[in-house]
């Protein structure tokens, strides 16, 4: 996480903490400015809007974060930093690519459930942010997706290609935005995780025999010009 250096942790709402009872403070002031900019939208939350939900002056916001969008920058890197996490303990336990896809897979459905607004400013309101910010949550995403693709080459035995890369970025924007579909049924949260988990399986499934197929035909519509070549 990209800490604003130049604040003193001892003036500023958003600095790293060091004891409890700030770290307490901390974690409060973020999920007050991240719960406001998931409700309202990023872009429709301005500056005095942030400074009243916080409980300070509009006047004294700045002493605290350099801008608006550096703080939806740290709190969307905050997310993909979470899901890294995430992904890399399941990937420690080296297990088997079927199980180990079953355990990314229920790692990043489950983090909605802590973090249900970061993923709902990370697929909305990510546009919000300039070219620079968003190539470096771009650079996490991509680290996140790596987790997925070896494992999915690990399950096919191929090598990834550029179309089933693509499908792994639209596997990882359904699992950020899937569960804020799905409601609370009846039966619980376990049969919510259930159903979701089941969901995304069946697309996952369903779009690697798609890729499988396309990459079939491909060899086989450029094989005649191949020959004719020779």
């Not at 060091?18 to 002031?29: G, H, K, M, P, S």
């Not at 005095?48 to 550096?70: F, V």
């Not at 420690?92 to 990043?108: N, W, Y």
Request: charged content about 25%; some cysteine.
């Amino acid at each position: 996480m990209r800490w604003m250096s130049n604040m003193q942790p001892s003036k500023t709402l958003f600095a790293v903490p060091v004891d409890e009872a700030r770290n307490t403070r901390y974690l409060e002031t973020r999920h007050k400015a991240v719960e406001l900019f998931a409700r309202h939208g990023f872009s429709r939350v301005s500056m005095r809007d942030l400074a009243t939900c916080l409980g300070i002056t509009a006047g004294s916001l700045y002493n605290h974060i350099d801008s608006k969008e550096a703080l939806l920058c740290e709190l969307i890197e905050e997310l993909y930093e979470a899901l890294l996490d995430g992904a890399s303990l399941v990937t420690r336990r080296k297990s088997a690519p079927a199980v180990r896809m079953q355990g990314l897979l229920e790692a990043h459905l489950r983090l909605h459930e802590r973090m249900a607004a970061h993923f709902r400013l990370a697929e909305y309101d990510l546009h919000c942010l300039s070219d620079e910010q968003q190539d470096s949550i771009l650079v996490l995403r991509r680290r996140y997706e790596q987790h997925l693709v070896e494992t999915i080459e690990q399950l096919t035995g191929k090598p990834a290609g550029a179309t089933r890369r693509a499908t792994v970025s639209g596997i990882v924007s359904l699992l950020n935005q899937l569960p804020a579909w799905v409601g609370q049924p009846k039966a619980g949260i376990g049969a919510r995780r259930k159903l979701l988990h089941e969901m995304v399986m069946s697309t996952l499934q369903g779009a690697l025999r798609a890729t499988e197929a396309a990459d079939l035909a491909a060899v086989v519509h450029a094989s005649p010009s191949s020959l004719a070549l020779k």
